[in-house]
């Protein structure tokens, strides 16, 4: 065994990523501008990126030069959006590593436009977070004339409630890409409940991100992603305690009986929340353990009494075991979470194992 994998770590089913890359793609008619932003939501930005080249994407949406430039080490050519608006200094760097920056406001346009290189213009149709706003666009009809953007699009904040406002958001977006001099050759909006809650795409491209890593938004989506990561720790330590005995910080599990008690080693400062503490469960040798005891920074407690397990066993705190599995949106309602938050925060001391992907 690889000497990482001795404690606790994440495995990564590329080949799920890219059928739900696939799935995104048949659904919506259009190519993918994958959104690989916080190194792939936690799974590594260039594996996802390097597998998902091979469906051919119109390019790869990030947050930071930092992330760009890492995409750009491992020599992915395709074009790079920086969704997060960059400050003017950040230009020089934006420019090194050959990404495209979101723009939205005249001051930063005119000083792009100077490089003469590609930019997409950002219209707020009501996140009320980055961009043009809608009703605002005027004010950069002249600069826009100057340098027409490469694309222009806006973010939907709330498609996976499958509400109104989607239609709200559609009708500003639509008004403002009508007062642009000339329509852009590339014009988007969909995330991924956007994309599982629509039919085909009326855009260029779409901007999937959580979807291709395996978490639906649920509400009768129409299409759904196969489970990509599988977090894992083993156990480490195992005892019996007697009837009225706590178990970790504030003694909040409290023994109805004697009980066995199974140690693994991962903890909050892995991903794994202490808030999972006495809510959620694990999966050991195809069977459920609760969490006993709040979880700490590098051990967490399950009450084994009801599983046969020994020190060594990989405990399965997201994914499948045997016939159980336990979903990101199972542990994430369970703490209160977004999955979102718990997708990306399996970082840190966690190494990632990879499987398959490979067309
Ligand atoms: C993060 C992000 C997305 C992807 O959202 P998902 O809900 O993960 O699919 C799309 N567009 C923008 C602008 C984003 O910031």
Same mark, same amino acid.
């Given at each position: 065994m690889h000497s990482l994998m001795r404690r606790a770590w994440v495995d990564i089913d590329l080949g799920a990523l890219l059928r739900n890359g696939t799935t995104v793609a048949a659904h919506a008619g259009v190519p993918l501008l994958p959104m690989v932003k916080a190194d792939a939501y936690g799974l590594g930005a260039v594996r996802v990126a390097r597998t998902l080249e091979q469906l051919n994407p119109w390019g790869f949406g990030v947050a930071t030069i930092g992330e760009g430039e890492e995409l750009r080490r491992a020599a992915i050519a395709r074009p790079v959006l920086v969704f997060t608006p960059l400050l003017v200094e950040e230009f020089d760097a934006a420019i090194r590593a050959d990404l495209t920056p979101t723009l939205g406001d005249v001051h930063s346009i005119t000083r792009w436009s100077e490089t003469g290189r590609p930019w997409q213009l950002a219209v707020d149709? !009501?996140?009320?977070?980055? !961009?043009?706003q809608w009703n605002e666009i005027d004010a950069l009809l002249a600069v826009v004339r100057d340098v027409p953007p490469q694309g222009v699009f806006t973010h939907f904040?709330?498609?996976?409630?499958?509400?109104a406002t989607r239609a709200v958001q559609e009708k500003r977006f639509a008004e403002a890409v009508a007062r642009l001099p000339v329509r852009p050759p590339m014009v988007h909006a969909e995330n991924s409940p956007a994309v599982e809650h629509g +039919?085909?795409?009326?855009?260029?491209v779409v901007r999937p991100g959580v979807f291709l890593y395996g978490v639906s938004s649920g509400n009768s989506p129409q299409i759904r992603p196969e489970q990509v990561a599988s977090l894992r720790a083993r156990v480490v330590d195992l005892r019996t305690i007697d009837d009225g005995e706590t178990v970790s910080y504030g003694g909040t599990y409290r023994a109805a009986g004697t009980r066995r008690i199974a140690t693994l080693a991962i903890g909050y400062a892995d991903g794994?929340?202490?808030?999972? +503490?006495?809510r959620a469960s694990v999966l050991l040798r195809g069977k459920r353990a609760p969490v006993a005891g709040v979880v700490t920074m590098d051990m967490t407690m399950v009450d084994v009494t009801d599983v046969e397990c020994e020190v060594g066993d990989v405990a399965t705190l997201i994914g499948a075991d045997g016939d159980e599995r336990i979903d990101v949106t199972d542990v994430a309602a369970l703490g209160d979470l977004s999955p979102y938050e718990v997708l990306t925060g399996l970082r840190g001391r966690l190494p990632r194992r990879y499987v398959g992907g490979e067309g």
């Open positions: 149709t !009501g996140m009320s977070r980055a !961009g043009v904040h709330s498609a996976e409630r499958n509400d +039919g085909a795409s009326e855009w260029s794994y929340r202490r808030v999972l +503490g006495n």
